[in-house]
């Protein structure tokens, strides 16, 4: 017969007994990261106030971001005193020859720019050979081959020669008018509208943003409303 007090008492003893170590959860270590930036002030750009924390890196991605002092990494950017915010972004980048010559682009990553936005009114594509020849006519301090045609190609050029920023274009209706009408003040006829919304087509699939405009230019500001409508 089984005593009911004893077995009471002996399941007693076992739930109040710690279970052996290897029974337990094993603890997780701690997150490692690639790269850690400790102890800056963060502005993230939704403009709050800025708030001091740790930013751990893995791979390409920002994986964590608070209190990350218990967490080993490969590397440590000591930020104390400093502002972490994400990389800025020039909206009105000039710098289509420049980033041919030395793609790492100092002058603007030590400014924390790490986005260039191309394209405001004439875009470094599509280029007929006539604008090449021109082009290379006027090339100053900084001397290329234009080894592209179309503003596709020439993004393609800049990732093939590496550059340390992401790049992005608009294409420029400028250059579009000067690749179908050269630099005079004409109008296009229907057939050379249809062959300027056709090259804005292939550049805006090919991944252009959109087309971009500068109409206090010549050959810019010969342009009609109707026919800006007509390339959006």
């Excluded at 793609?103 to 394209?119: D, P, W």
């Excluded at 001397?143 to 990732?159: F, H, P, S």
Aim: hydrophobic share 40%.
């Amino acid at each position: 017969m089984i005593d009911l007090k004893k077995l009471f008492a002996l399941l007693s003893l076992l739930l109040a007994t710690p279970a052996p170590l290897a029974a337990q959860r094993p603890r997780r270590a701690p997150a490692r990261f690639d790269v850690i930036v400790r102890g800056g002030t963060i502005y993230d750009g939704t403009g709050g106030e800025g708030r001091r924390a740790d930013v751990g890196i893995r791979g390409d991605r920002i994986a964590a971001v608070g209190d990350l002092s218990g967490a080993p990494a490969r590397d440590v950017i000591d930020a104390a005193g400093l502002a972490v915010a994400p990389g800025f972004i020039n909206m009105l980048s000039w710098s289509t020859e420049s980033l041919i010559v030395d793609g790492r682009s100092l002058g603007e990553i030590k400014q924390g720019v790490t986005t260039q936005i191309m394209g405001e009114g004439e875009s470094m594509g599509p280029l007929s050979p006539e604008m090449k020849r021109q082009m290379l006519a006027h090339q100053g301090d900084i001397k290329y081959a234009i080894e592209w045609t179309t503003l596709a190609d020439y993004l393609r050029y800049l990732e093939r020669r590496g550059v340390s920023q992401n790049v992005a274009s608009f294409v420029g209706a400028t250059t579009i008018r000067t690749h179908v009408l050269g630099d005079k003040d004409v109008q296009p006829t229907p057939a050379q509208l249809r062959r300027m919304k056709e090259l804005v087509r292939r550049e805006m699939e090919a991944g252009a943003l959109g087309v971009g405009t500068s109409l206090i230019y010549p050959p810019a500001v010969y342009s009609k409303t109707e026919e800006l409508i007509e390339l959006c």
